[in-house]
């Protein structure tokens, strides 16, 4: 891959880094307020990503990918700045409520431009790697954001954590400004609504993939974010040690990352042979009362995912119509955080009606069936987005735009 693009990717992972930080001062704060206004500021922050995420996607194919990065991420230093303001004595609970909405908007119609920018850089051979080196950097990001929120809160409070995720973001809008991908993105300004994509979806045939990405993400990451903490709430683990075990998802997920973003994909039975083995993790996390059980059962849920994804989302990418790279990553954003909603009530009332084990036994069910839905043939997918053209030859990599 090229230097702007490894740019690029680091500057993105040191703004989700600062994105992560924020998010556990807002929920750390929020806390000090009690458990209502704690759940009710990170639903603020959740509901926007869901609701608005496919209007990102319509945004950034009409107004240019790069261009909507750079608006969100320019619109959210100001609110940050504003932020700051009052950060340095007792924060309202309304500050924190306007706080978590706007970084829930500003990441909804963000997202979608974010998740088509590497493809801007990418042939089809290199873009397996492409999105598990980017992949790779957010999770080392986002798993070290709390750890480092925790600090900074502890040595300065709200006003240095803000102060960082300005500098994060003012980092990556400078690399924006600069960067410029070796592809041209393609913009189609007749065609902008979500309908367009959709029937696109449909004639790509990769409607069954968004059906699995909505299994997918329904069964893991409730696993991951309610499952985990409720079984060690059952067995008497202990927080800390509830979260050690939650975390060895990550470990899962990384290494199989790693080994893309080193080697390239895994072949053509991964997609087949992930969500087995995540269910198996699941199906033990569900029997154990071991701690290192329970700890195998979570790296084995995170192989199986990452197995999955550094497959399927690949196709997904390279199935992408001219003049539609964001919406298409917006109706698997959509996929993803509408499952997740639907998914943590679901898997709480399961296992307090029938119990912790028969809900994790429906969601490694779930998981299962995620690998009967096809991916599409290599035979069947559209040729590269037809918009999407190399630079002519010697064209320079970076510009001060």
Known sequence: ??????TWAVAAA?????????????????AAHGPGVAGLVLTLQSVPLCLLVLLGGAVADRWGIRRTMVCCDAAMVLVLLVFLTSAGGAVSVTALCLLAVAAGTAAALRRPADGAFPRLFATDEQLARALASVSLLQQVARTSGPALGGLLLGLGGLPLTTGVDVGTYLLVLAVLLRVRPPHQE??????????????AA??????????????????????????????GQERGWGAATTGAVAGCWTVGTFAVTSAVARWGTLGPR?????????????????????????ALALVLLGIGTAAWTTAALPVFVRATPAGMLARFQALLGFAQ?????????????VAGTAGLRPALGLVAVLLLASAALPLPAAGDRPRPPAGVTAAPPGQEETDSR
């Open 14 to 30: 040191a703004s989700t880094l600062g994105d992560s930080v924020t998010g556990f001062a807002l929920g750390w704060t929020a």
């Open 186 to 199: 393609p913009t189609v300004p007749g065609s902008s609504g979500v309908r367009a994509a959709l029937r």
């Open 202 to 231: 449909r004639a790509a045939g990769v409607v069954p993939l968004l059906g699995a990405v909505t299994l997918v993400g329904g069964s893991v990451l409730p696993t991951v974010i309610l499952g985990v903490p409720l079984a």
């Open 1 to 6: 891959m090229t230097r702007a693009f490894r």
């Open 337 to 349: 955080n509408l499952a997740v909603l639907l998914a943590l009530p679901g898997l709480g009332w």
């Open 270 to 294: 991964a997609p087949l042979v992930g969500p087995p083995v995540g269910a198996l993790g699941v199906l033990l996390l569900a029997t154990t009362d071991s701690v290192r059980a329970g």
